[in-house]
């Protein structure tokens, strides 16, 4: 006695130092109890728990299958493992799990089906295997279910298809054995349990085929017929022979029919698993997420689903759902705010607001409720167990890739804090340059003019004047500039435009800068004929403006700009081409961005000159373009729509 028990210790002991715990679970609601169990046993060794339904040609649908699902939530809820198999012998599906996981606990339910087979596998296994018997009441009740399931017998149907197969080939037999003779028959015979133990893939309805064609043969057509004595020995040979090759060819080819529809079902689940993982990596974004997985269940497992957001159920927009096809009842929404209240399956084929049409799971993230699917089942028997349970993976699955979402989406927010906070830094400070050297540079120049020194001194006089009135110029258009780009930013910027002579504009601006041009040359070339345009003149002239100070900031002494105005069909094309250094290929595409020469410090400005510009150009419905001169140096067209018919009509 105490041997025995010191033994069971010491398989405890080696039991809670390695492997897992594997729970046997099958489709009823007392499957949560050997759920439950396995969770205490992993509490008290510290090992995880794994948690494994065998599926067979035999498993249901229904209600069933959905209590299936309850008990996969008891299991993630209680911190588990969920693993499902197909296995045509639930024994062997279990002992063979166990062998991959390495289990070193089985807990079972008290099913005398099965009980002892799976003891003497598991035994051959590993004797250090501890194996815990849960008994209940339920167990009992659901023998026969299991018994069905592991040996395969499936339907009424079945058999009755086997016996009328037989019937047919004996009624053949007996217009042919005239002419062929009785050892004929049973060669017809043998084919024909072959072949409906290949369109017929319940075991037991094979063994029926087997067995009544065996009697046939016996009585009605091996001499004498009409009994079943059996009068020389070669006929004994023969009909034994015969009937232990029926048995042996209808029994493989039904396993084999078996085992082939396990693996088409596994190439199902795993060409669903690829196509779900195409289409989480295609899709980005919460909202897209969603929807894609919707549209993914609807094509791949004919399954109705729809993603009821946390926005529509926390706002009771229902009408959302009805509009797409699912109309929700007083019961329906009922069972949808219980499984976003309580984070449970809820709904049709559920102890939960059965009554409701819809079946209703959470989408979750660590807990973290993000949406529930609605999904509408086919008929009153629901779907099958194995497209539950790849449902319920399909979700899981769902669920990282939110997380993933969520997380880089914190990650971007982060980084934008922090790329703000650098921003408002250099923006501070380039602020801050921008506006204190013109005042400094007027503070100084009017200090100077107070002075009676230089009173009788005009040409000083002018010279100070001359560079108050530059200072103001440039701190205009740096306040300009960060109004207007603010305007841009918040789409509160509105065109006021009117019919103006781009000459002109063009001319004016030239003078405006004719000082600050230093020993730079000029040259301006505009048709006599160019036509008047629609533009907004202020933000056009501060485009032109802009174009020019960034010549000045960025072309060296002696530089030539030309600066050229032309008719190019629907579009007015100004275009600043100059001699100087030009522009690195890698600086064009992001030339046009905030602060972006600015920070690589090839800039005397602000930095958002040509930021300034493409906005402006953009809302005239117009572009800006950059590119380096064959000869050196840069070039930059701006292209601005004419007026359009319906615009002159307005």
Request: proline residues 3%; aromatic residues 6%; charged residues 20%.
């Amino acid at each position: 006695m105490n041997t025995d028990a010191e033994r069971l210790e010491n398989k405890l002991n080696d039991a809670g130092s390695r492997g897992k715990i594997l729970v046997a679970v099958s489709t009823f609601l007392v499957s949560g109890k050997l759920v439950e169990y396995a969770h205490n046993l992993s509490v008290q060794t510290g090992i995880p728990f794994v948690v494994l339904h065998v599926e067979t040609s035999g498993s249901h649908s229904g209600k069933a299958g959905w209590e299936l699902l309850s008990t996969i939530e008891t299991a993630k809820r209680l911190g588990g493992e969920f693993l499902t198999t197909r296995d045509s012998d639930i024994a062997k599906g279990i002992t063979r799990i166990a062998r991959q996981i390495n289990a070193s606990m089985i807990v079972m339910g008290n099913v005398p089906a099965f009980k002892n087979r799976i003891l003497q596998k598991v035994t051959r296994l590993n004797d250090t295997v501890v194996i815990h018997i849960i008994n209940h009441p339920e167990f009992q009740e659901k023998t026969n279910r299991f018994a069905r399931a592991d040996t395969g017998i499936g339907p009424f149907y079945g058999y009755l298809l086997s016996l009328l197969a037989v019937s047919v080939v004996t009624i053949l037999n007996t217009m042919l054995v005239p002419w062929t003779g009785y050892w004929t028959t049973a060669l017809i015979y043998l084919l024909s349990v072959s072949l409906i133990a290949l369109f017929i893939t319940r075991l037991g309805a094979v063994l029926l085929a087997a067995a009544s064609s065996a009697l046939c043969l016996n009585f009605l057509f091996i001499p004498p017929v009409y009994t079943f004595t059996i009068g020389r020995i070669e006929d004994i040979f023969m009909f034994s022979l015969y009937f232990l090759i029926s048995l042996i060819i209808g029994t493989l080819n039904s396993q084999l029919k078996a085992k082939e529809r396990i693996l088409r079902d596994r190439e199902k689940g795993l060409t669903a698993l690829y196509e779900l993982t195409s289409m989480l990596n295609r899709v980005s974004g919460r909202d897209e997420l969603m929807n894609g997985l919707s549209d993914y269940l609807r094509r791949h497992l004919g399954i109705d689903a729809i993603m009821a957001t946390m926005e529509m159920i926390e706002n009771k927009e229902y009408e959302k759902l009805s509009d797409a096809g699912f109309p929700m009842k007083r019961a329906d929404e009922e069972a949808l705010l219980n499984a976003y209240e309580k984070n449970i399956s809820t709904g049709k084929m559920t102890e939960h607001h059965g009554d409701s049409s819809y079946f209703f799971t959470p989408v979750t993230v660590k807990s973290e409720i993000l949406g529930i699917l609605a999904v509408k089942l086919p008929g009153s028997e629901g779907i099958r167990p194995q497209t539950q349970l790849l449902l319920q993976n399909l979700l899981n699955s769902v669920s990282i890739a939110l997380e993933r979402e969520i997380l880089a989406e914190k990650n971007r927010q982060g980084l934008l804090v922090s790329e703000s906070e650098k921003l408002y830094k250099i923006l501070f400070n380039l602020v801050s340059h921008e506006l204190r050297t013109p005042i400094t540079a007027i503070t100084g120049a009017s200090t100077s003019l107070l002075s009676r020194k230089i009173d009788s001194n005009r040409g000083t006089r002018h010279a100070l004047i001359r560079e108050i009135l530059e200072a103001g110029e440039r701190l205009n258009r740096t306040i300009d500039n960060l109004l207007n780009m603010g305007r841009l930013e918040s789409g509160m910027l509105k065109l006021n435009k009117q019919l103006y002579d781009i000459r002109t504009m063009i001319d004016v601006s030239v003078q405006k800068f004719a000082d600050e041009f230093e020993n730079r040359t000029v040259k301006v070339s505009t048709p006599d004929n160019l036509p008047l345009i629609s533009i907004d003149v202020h933000l056009i002239e501060q485009v032109i403006n802009n174009m020019l100070a960034n010549v000045i900031s960025h072309t060296p002494p002696r530089t030539v700009l030309s600066i050229t105005a032309i008719n190019e069909g629907d579009y007015l094309m100004i275009s600043f081409s100059d001699n100087g250094n030009g522009l690195k290929e890698s600086e064009m595409p992001q030339i046009f961005n905030k602060f972006y020469l600015r920070l690589k410090g090839r800039s005397k400005g602000i930095g958002l000159g040509l930021t300034i510009c493409k906005s402006i150009i953009s809302a005239h419905n117009g572009r800006i373009e950059v590119m380096n001169n064959s000869e050196g140096g840069a070039e930059f067209r701006i292209y601005l729509p004419f007026e359009t018919d319906k615009e002159k009509a307005q």
